[in-house]
């Protein structure tokens, strides 16, 4: 193993012990790899550097949003999929509710598809971003391929094996990684979403949504097609940004899980109104 690769190994396995033991996830800032860096050749160090890049990418998006929903959906998505693949290394059965219940990746991964699901049901002005949504196809493949989901083999974490370890760190740095991801992304939709620039179809509203608000009434008997978002659906998907957050942490233990939010993002992931600066 190469110097560069002995550093790289040893800044994830902390953060794999960071993730573990509810530690901030601050230091990852120095970690990150720049988005035009060229990948690296072995598999497992693809994997850690373009989930890196996906990671910074969120962080751009904070200060600089593309109006896209499908970019956060993306990001989601990658989520969920490293989740499930650390779950799979860990030989926890997806299929075993009760183990499920027991593996931190596996109860993350099922809060990153509850977002998932919520996040599919609006539209936005932006197209989305082109290199986030390549470099998600990227992990979905090097994840299929380093951690099959059909051929459970027991935890391989326990492998005394140098590559085994290694990516399991990788794995966990990248579930740490982009549950920060996830905390940028919630003060991304927030914005958009107060501002407007977060769509639904006005047939996906529900007649509670309708008695309440007569201007989106009003909206379907004209034959508009789409409405702003309803503030209490939006604050529903915010709400799943947080379980997010949440689902990973270490039961029985009093650290706040978003502690490394900002704090005019942690207002948003605690419904507290944004004011303008």
Known sequence: MSPSERIRSAALEVVRVAELTGATLTDLDGLTAASTAVLGSRPAERLGELVA???RSAWNLREQPDYSVRTLGDVA???FEVAVHTATFHGVDLHDRQAVVRDPSARRAGAWLALMGDLQGYLSSGPGDGQIHADVVAVHQLLADLVPRDRLSGDRAQSARPDERHLGAILHGACAGL???GEWNAATFGRLASSAHVYVTVDTLSRDELSERPDLAKAKLTGMR????PTERTETT?????????AGVVPHTDRAPTASIQ????R???REPVTQP
């Open 179 to 181: 549950v920060q991801a």
């Open 77 to 79: 998505r990658v989520g």
């Open 238 to 246: 915010l709400d799943r940004y947080r379980d997010v957050a949440r």
């Open 263 to 266: 704090r005019h993002d942690a």
């Open 53 to 55: 890049r996906i990671r």
């Open 268 to 270: 948003v992931l605690t």
């Open 226 to 229: 789409l409405v702003p978002a």
